[in-house]
């Protein structure tokens, strides 16, 4: 008797378990009702169509979540596509123009080192507190610890060294560089501004409870966040631009790709990056969608480890080179459209782009003859390639076979993110090549400098007239004269064979027919501006 | 990993064990009287269905073996050709680099196959070392060693599989060596409960007293008396070894490139669903299909060649 | 029974800090640095300098040996203190809180969907033991162990959400929509995946009992004296075969917990599986930590459950002896 007390105990207690869970999130029977009785209550999720009158609200899914809800914090790309619309950068230098947001206007002293900014009068954070330069100063502030790990740290930081700032007036701040720099306005322009007395003025920012307040600068406003589901933020009516058109912008997470084009068809979201041409084609042909597509302004490179032996021979380079087509790459890796052949390390909107540099020619014959003469065919080399990343499986693949072409075994191998930038910005030698990318659009001295000047550590080969010309270039204001030196470096990182450009991708994406706006700015990451954006019916 | 997706995990067996050790005395000794090889012939002549399941499963392992003699190289790619739709040139179509999906499919059944082949062998010797040791010994050695079944059985070996992978790049040793880890445990489990009682038979008693090594007794004695258990739990343990090797290629930690499994191919798959289904349906077939028969064999032979269950 | 339940819990903490010090090693002595982020320029636009970073290793109290980390971090853990983690800047263990009715509800209802089919199949097998229905049954239960439950979460969205557009694809909830049945739309597809598995164990697991409970005397007995079939199914075998199935329920939680990561994946459901998944990716160690031995108590708790339940229903195991 008493055993079947206690097992009668034990069995409650495990159903209790479960059931504790189910009714907390009011999802019991989940599945109990399961058989999906094809009825008329099996209608597909509710679709974004409403009568005019009706609030506009524009649904863009996310691979993965922000977990804070502040920009310093969140530097992936999802918390720069899912925080844009709740907070401003400064300004943004663009290849032809300039667009002011909470800048109204800077200025550069005539030998470069001092840069002075204004801001705008009389805009407000969400919570209708006045945004000042005091804001300014205390977002520098919180980048400078660098415990904090805050995005930004190459505005506050200068070659290592932290940059002078102070405030001038309320809508002021005086920044003194260490040394002068042609990209600083560029870079200083994307600083977006967290308002101190949400974090009252603490500038420790980690784990505290600020984040998650998403007091923000831009024209839409927090309204609801569901960690991993969804983040809703609706117009902020005193946006200094003028309150913007849509009435809620959403970001659902969806981690799956297909899952994502399942719920656009669904009507579920209304855009949806593409990265493959069997759908750009398939949405081109639909008039319910619209297709755009500009540069990226990435590059897509494969890299040579400058600490592995193998390259001590140079053959070992001219021959991979000669050997890899990236015309083919970009037919089978990325498909038609979404990539033009990249010529150089300089992105097609990066600014003193080269668009008559020739870059490296597949010579199947002088591989081979390459691969013999220097027995290339007894040593199997290694390519490593970040595995979350799009079109570098596929690169990587292709890659292998067109070494195999000419007689060279290439393992390649993925990594997921965290081991692959840990590897290719570590000084191993034990493999020889990995495939990357950086965006740069505007001043190559902001990305392209760090990435192939030996100051970010990225494995890449440097030699000093390489680094001294980088220098020159950083210092050089005389747009003409930097062209000229930015030419140089192409030059002789091509000649260095420092590595093969292959792809400038361009930026793909589809959105509902409904959606208005969203060419007014061709500049990634989408969308500088959501005031441009309409939905109309 | 391996309690998710092997049949017979540690469930069925715990409940087995308790459930046998009662009626286990007859069943050794039923088992004695014919070879383990005369046991197996006859039972598979007795089932239909065990002689169908052999017959699939031939065929897969067979066309594997001999996929050279297709007339693609299974990493050849063909962009110009990519992702095109069944054809006389290409049963199946293409993949996304415009390659044989039915030769890769071939060539992945041989990645997958000696994987889960592989894992099978190194978990059944290790479980056939432990689990006889732990049941012949007896005592603190017994003790140790249950305990030390008992960790493997409570990490979530998935987890652990995943962790490890992300620090050292997976390929066939390291997923073989993985999925062995996790796995032996079942068949220790099994072992030991055989060894208990067969230690007690007259003729290991015998063999002790007449000073026979302990080494020797459980290698030619004990071991070879439960073959028939061993092999059961083997062909479950090539199934369950198959599906968590896609299970884990699915989540991108299979063999190295181009090379693939059915499992990575599903994953590259899953990317082109909406445009190319067929991609994602032939791996997953193949892999339904040879675990399925896995399965049933297992389990024919189980019921075969137990007396307790036969009648 | 009481010495029994003592002995056993022993060696389930036993066994819970030794997985904890080899979950631990793994990660601690795994290479890569869960500072990774920081030592290039991916994520702030800067590397960080070796003085900086060891400055935040500091501050996260990621450094130290071996063994001083993981005695901090064992002390910390008992006080409820699961560390912070390095990607959310959280609490571990409100994180984990934080996703935790996603995944149970996930796994209640796929094992309540499991056993609501399985109970009718399992029984109807056992009582028409090699009957058409008995092969029919048998050969469902096949495919559901055999079964990659990835493929068939991938071949039930293209059915259920695309050809058919009946159910969402992906997610817990449409946003905007507050509502049991958008929550249960979303759980469906996952749970039918989740559950198949267990579903054909236990129908195999009630089908041999039922057969053994159908050749016991007292079956016998009834069946000789006229009474219906149907009464003595649910009168004595249904009740006797229950106990032994809740059992295996136990024991079944190990594949729950392993079976929603890869679910969670596939249908993204917000879970612990997803948070497991991204965390690992992250290298984000507390987290990694937290969830390994958060799943490592359920597995341990539920194995635990099973062996006293077993005990009890089957008297023929003589547990105080063990």
Same mark, same amino acid.
């Given at each position: 008797m008493n055993k079947r007390l206690v097992s009668l105990v034990l069995c409650l207690a495990m159903m209790a378990t479960m059931l504790v869970g189910c009714s907390s999130n009011e999802e019991a029977t989940t599945a109990t009702t399961a058989a999906p009785a094809g009825n008329n209550t099996t209608t597909a999720a509710p679709s974004t169509e409403a009568p005019a009158a009706e609030p506009t609200n524009l649904v863009i899914p996310s691979a993965s979540c922000i977990s804070n809800l502040n920009p310093l914090l969140e530097t992936m790309k999802e918390g720069v596509l899912m925080l844009n619309p709740m907070y401003d950068p400064l300004y943004v230098i663009d290849v032809n123009e300039t667009r002011y947001y909470l800048a109204e206007s800077y200025e550069v002293s005539g030998d470069g080192m001092e840069v002075t900014v204004k801001l705008r009068d009389g805009m407000k954070w969400h919570d209708g507190e006045a945004i000042t330069a005091d804001d300014m100063i205390f977002t520098m502030d919180v980048i400078a610890d660098t415990n904090n790990g805050a995005a930004g740290a190459n505005i506050v930081f200068l070659n290592d060294t932290v940059v002078g700032y102070e405030k001038v007036d309320d809508l002021t701040v005086k920044i003194t560089l260490p040394s002068a720099s042609a990209s600083y306005t560029d870079l200083l322009g994307a600083l977006t501004i967290i308002p101190e007395h949400v974090f009252e003025g603490n500038t420790n920012i980690v784990g505290v409870e600020a984040n998650m307040k998403g007091v923000g600068s831009g024209a839409y406003k927090l309204k609801e966040f569901a960690q991993d589901q969804h983040l809703v933020v609706e117009k902020f009516d005193d946006y200094f631009l003028g #309150?913007?058109?849509?009435d809620t912008i959403t970001f659902k997470i969806i981690s799956d790709l297909s899952a994502q084009e399942i719920a656009l068809a669904n009507g579920e979201i209304n855009f949806l990056e593409l990265a493959n041409s069997m759908a750009v084609a398939k949405y081109s042909s639909d008039s319910n969608y619209k297709v755009v597509q500009y540069p990226e302004g990435r590059v897509n490179f494969l890299a040579a480890n #400058? &600490?592995? %032996?193998? &390259? *001590?021979? %140079?053959?070992v380079l001219e021959a991979v080179y000669a050997a890899i087509s990236k015309e083919e790459i970009i037919a089978g #890796?990325?498909? *038609?459209?979404m990539a033009v052949p990249a010529n150089g390390i300089l992105g097609n909107v990066t600014t003193f782009y080269n668009k008559d540099f020739k870059g490296y020619e597949q010579d199947i014959e002088k591989a081979k003859a390459l691969v013999a003469e220097a027995g290339l065919d007894k040593k199997p080399m290694k390519l490593y390639f970040n595995s979350e990343r799009v079109y570098m499986k596929e690169t990587a693949q292709i890659i292998q076979q067109q070494l195999k072409n000419v007689g060279i075994t290439l393992e390649v191998t993925p990594i997921e993110s965290a081991g692959f930038f840990e590897k290719v910005f570590g000084t191993d030698s034990d493999y020889e090549f990995y495939l990357n990318g950086y965006a740069q659009i505007g001043d190559p001295d902001k990305t392209v400098y760090g990435m192939f000047n030996g100051t970010w550590g990225c494995n890449l080969k440097t030699t000093d007239e390489l680094t001294a010309l980088w220098t020159e270039a950083r210092s050089t204001f005389d747009p003409a004269k930097r062209q000229e030196l930015y030419n140089k470096i192409e030059q002789l990182t091509k000649d260095e064979m420092v590595a093969y450009p292959i792809a400038y991708p361009n930026y793909v994406f589809v959105t509902t027919a409904d959606v208005e706006g969203t060419d007014a700015i061709t500049r990634t990451p989408v969308f500088e501006d959501f005031t441009q954006l309409s939905i109309v019916k | 990993m391996a309690k998710l997706l092997t049949p017979l995990d540690k469930a069925a067996i715990r409940a087995e064990d308790f459930a046998k050790a009662v009626k286990d005395e007859n069943k050794v000794e039923a088992s004695f009287e014919r070879t383990v090889f005369q046991q197996l012939v006859s039972s598979f002549r007795q089932n239909k269905l065990a002689i169908l399941c052999l017959i699939v499963l031939l065929t897969i392992i067979l066309s594997s073996i001999f996929a050279f003699l297709s007339p693609y190289d299974p990493d050849e790619m063909d962009v110009m050709n990519k992702m095109a739709g069944p054809s006389a040139e290409h049963w199946f179509g293409t993949d996304e680099l415009g390659r044989d999906s039915f030769t890769r499919a071939l060539y992945g059944g041989r990645v997958s196959l000696s994987v889960g082949f592989s894992a099978m062998v190194v978990s059944v010797i290790i479980g056939t070392l432990i689990g006889s040791v732990s049941g012949y010994v007896g005592g603190k050695v017994d003790a140790v060693l249950m305990r030390v079944v008992d960790i493997f059985q409570s990490v979530p070996s998935l987890l652990m599989i995943i962790v490890f992978f992300s620090f050292v790049p997976s390929n066939m040793v390291t997923l073989i060596i993985m999925l062995a880890l996790f796995s032996w445990t079942g068949v220790a489990r099994i072992v030991r409960a055989q060894t208990l009682t067969l230690k007690e038979r007259d003729f290991v008693v015998a063999a002790k007293v007449l000073g026979v090594s302990h080494a020797k007794i459980i290698m030619r004695h004990i071991v070879p008396n439960m073959a028939t258990q061993i092999i059961v739990a083997a062909s479950l343990s090539v199934a369950g070894a198959i599906l968590d090797e896609s299970a884990l290629s699915f989540l991108g930690y299979g063999v190295a490139l181009p090379k693939s499994s059915w499992g990575s191919m599903l994953q590259n798959a899953q990317q082109y669903i909406l445009y190319d289904p067929l991609l994602a349906l032939i791996p997953g077939a193949f892999i339904l299909l040879t675990v399925l028969c896995l399965n049933i064999l297992g389990d024919v032979l189980q019921h075969a060649l137990d007396p307790r269950l036969h009648k | 029974m009481k010495k029994f339940i003592t002995k056993r819990f022993l060696q389930m903490m036993l066994v819970w800090v030794l997985v904890s010090i080899i979950s631990f090693s793994v990660i601690f002595f795994a290479p890569g640095d869960p500072l990774y982020m920081y030592m290039t320029p991916e994520a702030t636009g800067r590397k960080l300098t070796e003085e900086e970073l060891q400055a935040m290793r500091e501050s996260l109290g990621l450094d130290g040996t071996a063994v001083e980390q993981y005695t901090s971090w064992a002390t910390k853990m008992v006080q409820g203190n699961w560390g912070i983690s390095l990607t959310t800047k959280e609490p571990v263990l409100n994180e984990i809180l934080k996703k935790l009715p996603a995944t149970i509800g996930l796994m209640g209802a796929s094992l309540i969907l499991s056993l609501i089919v399985a109970i009718p199949l399992g029984l109807i097998a056992g009582t028409h033991k090699n009957s058409w229905i008995d092969n029919i049954i048998s050969a469902i239960t096949y495919v559901g162990v055999s079964m990659p439950a990835f493929w068939l979460g991938i071949m039930l969205i293209i059915v259920f959400s695309m050809q058919l557009g009946w159910l969402p694809s992906s997610g817990m909830r449409t946003i905007g929509v507050v509502s049991n049945w958008d929550v249960i739309k979303h759980g469906i597809l996952p749970a039918i995946v989740l559950s198949l598995n267990n579903m054909a164990v236990f129908v195999r697991y009630i089908r041999s009992n039922t057969i053994t409970q159908m050749e016991e005397e007292y079956v016998q007995t009834a069946l000789s004296k006229g009474i219906g079939k149907r009464g003595i199914m649910y009168g004595h075998v249904l009740k006797n075969c229950m106990l032994p199935v809740i059992t295996t329920v136990g024991s079944r939680f190990g594949t729950l917990v392993t079976g929603s990561f890869i679910v969670e994946s596939v249908f993204a459901w917000p879970g612990l599986g997803t948070l497991g998944m991204s965390s690992i990716n992250n290298r984000d160690y507390p987290m990694v930590m937290g969830i390994t031995m958060f799943s490592c108590t359920i597995l341990l708790l539920g194995n635990f459950l099973a062996d006293l339940l077993y005990g009890i229903a089957d008297p023929r195991i003589k547990i105080g002896k063990e």
């Open positions: #309150a913007p058109s849509i #400058a &600490f592995c %032996p193998t &390259f *001590e021979d %140079p053959r #890796a990325y498909g *038609e459209g | - | -």
